[in-house]
């Protein structure tokens, strides 16, 4: 046998070994995916009826609108620092609508999601978010597999309120952080234009 066709032989058994690698590795992505899948449907599924509560904010009340960038600013500093929330989500508004972002313990495995959800201002003044897609690390999932896993395994503070049923997660502006000391209700939310408007008040609840 020449060289030439020992080095030939050695670069097909290369390109062979690579597509195994990464035949394998799809093999085995496919593999979780079917896993936590079969998982989650075997979960019971839960049903809760969301309401929240209307804001006591008194008759001296205003009203304000800010940017996003002022309204993340204020998600950060009295959301997602409360303590409660702060290991398990982290709210951000988007120019598509909002995402939530976490890190939780998935079969064994730390993994990060995302999930993009659609906001809508509630009769009582709150927020309630519509999920619309999630991906765990980089993977795509249905979302109410998901929400699913979510409404069995965390513990949410009392002023959020997750629907697997409806894939809605509720932020009950009524019982959530105070804002130095101010109560506040949402009156208008629109991420597209960038707007957003609350009503607020002092209130000793």
Not at 81 to 108: H, I, N
């Amino acid at each position: 046998m020449t060289k030439n066709n020992m080095r030939a032989g050695a670069d097909v058994r290369i390109k062979m070994a690579r597509r195994q690698g990464v035949f394998k590795g799809i093999l085995g992505t496919l593999l979780v995916l079917v896993i936590i899948s079969i998982g989650l449907m075997l979960m019971p599924q839960s049903h809760k009826h969301v309401t929240d509560t209307r804001p006591e904010i008194g008759q001296a009340s205003f009203e304000v609108s800010i940017s996003r960038k002022e309204l993340n600013a204020l998600v950060e500093k009295y959301i997602n620092a409360d303590p409660s929330l702060r290991k398990q989500f982290r709210f951000e508004m988007q120019k598509k609508g909002m995402m939530v972002y976490g890190t939780y313990r998935l079969f064994g495995q730390s993994v990060d999601f995302g999930m993009q959800m659609t906001p809508e201002v509630t009769k009582n003044g709150g927020i309630l978010l519509h999920a619309d897609s999630v991906a765990v690390g980089q993977l795509p999932l249905p979302v109410k597999f998901i929400m699913t896993y979510f409404g069995k395994k965390v513990d949410l503070p009392k002023w959020l309120i997750l629907d697997s049923h409806k894939q809605t997660l509720l932020i009950d502006l009524g019982k959530a952080p105070k804002v130095q000391g101010v109560r506040v209700k949402a009156v208008q939310i629109d991420p597209k234009n960038d707007k957003f408007v609350f009503k607020g008040g002092f209130s000793d609840k």
